[in-house]
Structures are given as C-alpha cells and as structure tokens.
C-alpha cells in the first residue's frame, strides 16, 4: 500500500470512530431537553428521573467523541497538509467558528448542567439543557458546512493554487448543507430513541424492580425512533434529487447504473463489474429510478459511462467512475437498515400506546439488539457519501490523490494508522463499560423534590 491509500485508511477510521458517537450526542440533548421542560410543566418526577439516567450516558458519549474528535483535526496537519494548503482559507473559518463559538458553548453549558441540579429552577435547569442542545447542533452545523464545501463548492475563487472565500454567505446557504444538516439531524433523534428503546428493552427483560420509568422510557425511545426515522427518509428522497442534479456520478454509482436512460430504472439487486463497466446481475423495476429522481415517470438519468466521458471533457484525461460495488453495497445497506427500524420502531410505538405496555421476551431482545441498527445506516451512508464521491476530495477543484502530504513516508503513515486505531478500539471497549455500568443501573430517585422558588 502507498501512502495514499494507507492516509485514506486512516482517515475512514478515525472519522467513523468519532461518527459513532456524533449522532446520539445531538439525538440526546434535544431527548433530554425535552425530557426537563416536561419536568418543569407537569412536575412529573419520573421525567426528572428519566433526564438524570439518561443525561448520564450522554456525558459518557459527549467525553469520548471529545475525545476521538480531536484527533481528527490532527490528521489535517499529518497526511492531508496539500489539502489544508489548498483547502485552508474555506475549511478553517467554519472550523474555528464551531470550536470558538458552538464547542465552548456546548461545554460551558455542560459544564452548568452537571452541577446545578438542586440549584436553579426545573425551568432554569431545562433552560441549560436547551443550550447545550443548541451548541451541540450548532457545533454540527459548522463541521458540515465544511463538508459541504468539499461535496458542492461555493463562494470561492481559485487564486495562487489555492480556493479562497470571496462570500461567507454563499458558505453557509450552500444548498448541499441544508440537505445534509436535516439529514444529520434527525439521524440522531432516530439513534436517541433506538439508544433509549434498546437499554430500555434490557430493564424490561431483565425484569428490573423499578420499571415504570424504564417503560416510559420506551415510549418516549419509540416516538423519537419514529419521528426521526419518518423525517431522516423524507429528507433522504430529496436528497437524493439533489444529488441526481448535482453529484449524479455519485447517485449512478449509489445505484450501479451503467448507462444513460430515460425512464431510467430503478436496480433491485445488481452485481457490478466495474472492469468491464456493467453489471453482471442486474434485477430493476422499470421507471422507478425516474420517479425517485424526479417524481415522474419520465425523466433522463445518467449513466457512469456518459458521466465519465462528460467529466473527460470537462477535467481532462482520468478515470472518473468511483468504486461502484463499495457505493452500491454501503447504499443498499443504508436503505435496508433504515426500513428495519421504520418497522420496529412502528410496532414498539403502536404497542407503547397501550394502557399496559408490555412486550414478550423475543421482541424484547429484537428491541435491544436493534439499538445497532442506527449505527450501521448511518456509518454506511457516510462511507456511502464519501467513497461515491471519489476520485474527488473537493469535487471538480481537488483530486484525492493531490491532497496527500509529500514529506510523509510509508513507514510515518503506517505508524499512525496502526497507533490510531488501536488507541479507539481501547476507547471504544472503555467507553462500553462505562455504559454497560451506568446502563445496568436503576433510574436514580434519591432526591427531594425541587425548590420552585430557587432561581
């Protein structure tokens, strides 16, 4: 292996890593503010209760993708010092604003949170957790601001070898991040929910002794499952319309379509063979790949072979045509995870809404295990939105192959992608005991109820 390839390793590591812990920090806060403002209209205690178990696991997760974070930012400097070079003057504005602005906010208001508990008023104290929500979200906002930058370059000019920004403007309206931000978004309120039904299903199986608060967990686990689910696929329709526009190498790829058609259809089960640009299996439904793209029937999609000749044209001698069987597998099993948790999370909400919810010991351990499904969409969507979108790094300006660091030998790369990712596999197993511990526990209910008079 080259450097490239080894750097390119690297990067999917550490960045998938760190994304296994992104979206339920942003599902989380947005489910434990909601959980105290609840509190603090109704009085409920079991919401106080149900904030607290939950908040804690939150912070668990809020350390370690602190932690795996950072690291990320190093890999900039290490292998990718070309791309920060040419990348530098767009990339480090919204990369500062989040750790100035959305990061130090998010932590200052944890921070608060943590300690104040029978110091302010349930409103107040739900006022915190609405920040830290806010800063959490803000935080993802900025980082994929600079994503999007990479997937649909706008407001630059290429000038001395480099992109510069000419309009911040242009930056944050970018129609790709506002597609994607949602898409984010409401992936971690799905993964929130499926986090909280799954730890829920072990206390119900597990037959724990205070378990009301646990059941109403799984209530409200099944409606932030469904809500997010519902939206993180109406989202992904337009999305993918978006990108048929856009990126349509990526969607081509994403769908192993070969060649150009008007009604184009829509791939069941394909085996590409990208040797000799076809596919060696190809089961469709006619038209539909026409009507996801365009709400009709009718309508031209390209295929990988037209698109390679166009962007010939376009860019000059190379091949264009990412890897097709990595897009089209990572894509399918996206979609097919996401459909499995529309299902549970449909079947837990409808049977929560009976007076007495109860679930029998099978679909209690379907529930538990499905807390995985989340992870899986979204990491093979992300690998999905990177590998379909290659050879490019910033799509139309920027080859993979020219942001690699020439001073950075094969033994240097090696090095780091040995040493990274045996430093997060031990992250990852502490970060799970310490869940194991806090989940096992019974919801916490040592407390008096609070002052409404304290500030």
């Not at 990718?80 to 919204?94: H, K, L, V």
């Not at 376009?314 to 990595?326: E, L, S, W």
């Not at 139309?396 to 020439?406: A, N, Y």
């Amino acid at each position: 292996m080259d450097v490239l390839s080894i750097a390119r390793w690297q990067f999917a590591i550490v960045t998938v890593y760190h994304f296994f812990f992104v979206p339920i920090t942003l599902g989380m806060s947005v489910s434990i503010a909601i959980m105290e403002t609840i509190y603090a209209k109704t009085g409920r205690e079991e919401y106080r209760k149900m904030a607290k178990f939950w908040g804690k696991l939150f912070l668990i997760n809020f350390a370690i993708g602190v932690a795996t974070g950072i690291v990320q930012e190093f890999q900039f400097g290490m292998s990718w010092s070309e791309y920060s070079r040419f990348m530098g003057d767009i990339f480090g504005a919204p990369l500062a604003i989040e750790a100035l602005l959305a990061f130090y906010m998010e932590s200052t208001f944890i921070g608060v949170w943590i300690f104040t508990w029978d110091k302010f008023s349930p409103k107040g104290h739900a006022a915190l957790a609405w920040l830290v929500a806010l800063g959490s979200n803000l935080s993802a906002i900025w980082i994929l601001t600079a994503n999007s930058f990479m997937q649909e370059p706008v407001g630059y000019t290429l000038a001395n070898g480099r992109a510069e920004m000419v309009d911040f403007f242009a930056l944050i309206s970018n129609p790709h991040l506002w597609m994607q931000f949602p898409h984010v978004f409401f992936s971690g309120i799905t993964q929130a929910g499926f986090f909280m039904m799954g730890i829920s299903a072990w206390h119900m199986l597990k037959k724990t002794e205070k378990i009301e608060p646990f059941k109403m967990s799984m209530r409200f686990g099944a409606k932030a499952g469904l809500i997010g689910i519902i939206l993180v696929t109406f989202i992904g329709h337009f999305q993918a319309q978006h990108m048929v526009e856009h990126q349509p190498m990526k969607m081509a790829a994403g769908e192993a379509h070969w060649n150009t058609e008007n009604p184009a259809a829509l791939s069941i089960f394909s085996i590409p063979d990208q040797e000799n640009h076809k596919n060696s299996v190809d089961i469709t439904i006619p038209n539909m790949l026409s009507f996801l793209a365009y709400d009709s029937f009718e309508g031209e999609v390209k295929g990988l072979n037209d698109l390679q000749k166009e962007y010939e044209q376009k860019y000059g001698p190379g091949d264009y045509i990412p890897d097709v069987t990595g897009s089209y597998i990572s894509f399918r099993i996206m979609i097919g995870a996401g459909l499995l948790m529309l299902i549970i999370a449909v079947l837990v909400y409808v049977q929560s809404r009976k007076k007495e919810f109860e679930c029998n010991p099978f679909g209690l351990k379907v529930i538990f295990y499905s807390i995985f499904l989340p992870t899986i969409a979204i990491s093979t969507g992300w690998i999905f939105t990177e590998v379909a979108r290659q050879p490019w790094l910033v799509f139309g300006l920027m080859k993979t192959s020219d942001g690699i660091s020439k001073a950075v030998s094969v033994a240097e790369a090696w090095i780091t992608l040995i040493g990274f990712t045996l430093l997060y596999a031990v992250l990852i197993v502490f970060t799970v005991q310490l869940w194991k511990k806090y989940a096992k526990k019974d919801m916490d209910d040592d407390y008096e109820p609070l002052n409404s008079s304290k500030a």
